[in-house]
């Protein structure tokens, strides 16, 4: 069974975060990571959560997980190793398009800012890196890009 990450947009209330919760101890997924962020619109957080789920019920959890009230989105990951990328970009009324190839890549923005958006992209790195090239212009003010998860154990008995 491999892992899956699951990108789910909810409404800030912990409720809708102990439902989910609750959904996944039920149906008995091991949960590999998860975190919770803040995003740019009011009331909206981000959840990412990666579980031990096999790929043929992938779509029965994303139904069902929609069916929590608070959940407004979910998108999965499959396959590769994930990395978080993030582009500054320089935003005005010539950047409409830019805003539809974002769109296209699954991404999120986290922060507006006068004239600029910091975008965030979870994605393998040949998605990340198409996305890179396609943005590669004057509106693209800065990139950053690591790796989701360290696959590699850390020696807590050594720091100890």
């Keep these: 069974m491999t892992s ?10 912990d409720e809708t975060t102990a439902q ?15 975190s919770k962020s ?9 959840i990412t959560i990666e579980i ?10 994303i139904n069902q997980i929609q069916a929590i009230d608070g959940i407004l989105d979910v998108s999965v990951s499959f396959g590769a190793v994930l990395q978080v990328a993030t582009y500054q970009m320089k935003f005005d009324s010539e950047s409409f398009k830019t805003l539809d190839i974002l769109r296209s890549h699954n991404t999120q923005i986290i922060n507006i800012e ?5 975008v965030l ?8 890196k198409l996305l890179y090239n396609k943005l590669d212009n004057n509106s693209l003010l800065g990139f950053s890009q690591i790796p989701l998860a360290i696959v590699q154990q850390l020696p807590w008995g050594k720091l100890i």
């Design 121 to 128: 992209h979870v994605a393998s790195e040949k998605d990340i």
């Design 114 to 118: 006068a004239d600029k958006l910091l």
């Design 4 to 13: 899956k990450l699951f990108s789910i947009s909810c409404n800030s209330s």
């Design 52 to 61: 031990e789920i096999e790929g043929l019920y992938v779509d029965t959890f």
């Design 20 to 34: 989910l919760l609750k959904h996944i101890s039920q149906k008995g997924y091991k949960v590999c990571t998860i």
């Design 38 to 46: 803040l995003t740019d619109v009011k009331d909206v957080n981000l």
